[in-house]
C-alpha cells in the first residue's frame, strides 16, 4: 500500500490550500481514508476523513465548516481541499487508509489507521 500526499506549501492566514493523497496497493472496494495533522510539540490530530461504503464523512470541530474532504475513484484520490486557513492550521498533513472500512470512526479518532503517507508541510502565516 503506497498512500503519496502532495499539494502543502506556505499560505497567508485567509487563504486556501487543497491536499491530494494518491493511494495504489490495495482493493478500493471497502475503504477509509482520513487526513491527521502534526504541530511542532503537539499530538497527532485527526481532521478529516471519508468512508467509501457510503461517501460518510467526518470533521473535527476546529475545522468544519472550512475544509472539505472528498474522493476521485477514478483517480484512486483523496483531496482536503482547506479554506479561511489560520496560522493554528500549521502542520505537518498525512493521509492514511483503513481497509475494510469497519469501525473507521472510532479508529480514526485515535489513528488507528493501518497505512500512513509521508506527509506534507502546511505552513499558514499571519
Known amino acids: 500500500v503506497q498512500l503519496v500526499e502532495s499539494g502543502g506549501g506556505l499560505v497567508q492566514a485567509g487563504g486556501s490550500l487543497r491536499l491530494s493523497c494518491a493511494a495504489s496497493?490495495?482493493?478500493?472496494?471497502?475503504?477509509?481514508i482520513g487526513w491527521f495533522r502534526q504541530a511542532p510539540g503537539k499530538g497527532r490530530e485527526g481532521v478529516s476523513c471519508?468512508?467509501?461504503?457510503?461517501?460518510?464523512?467526518y470533521y473535527a470541530d476546529s475545522v468544519k465548516g472550512r475544509f472539505t474532504i472528498s474522493s476521485d475513484n477514478a483517480k484512486n484520490t483523496v483531496y482536503l481541499q482547506m479554506n479561511s486557513l489560520k496560522p493554528e492550521d500549521t502542520a505537518v498533513y498525512y493521509c492514511?487508509?483503513?481497509?475494510?472500512?469497519?469501525?473507521?470512526?472510532?479508529?480514526?479518532?485515535?489513528?488507528?489507521?493501518?497505512?500512513w503517507g509521508q506527509g506534507t508541510q502546511v505552513t499558514v502565516s499571519s
Open positions: 471519508i468512508s467509501s461504503s457510503d461517501d460518510s464523512t
Open positions: 496497493g490495495f482493493t478500493f472496494a471497502d475503504y477509509a
Open positions: 492514511a487508509v483503513l481497509e475494510p472500512s469497519t469501525g473507521w470512526r472510532s479508529l480514526f479518532l485515535v489513528g488507528g489507521f493501518d497505512y
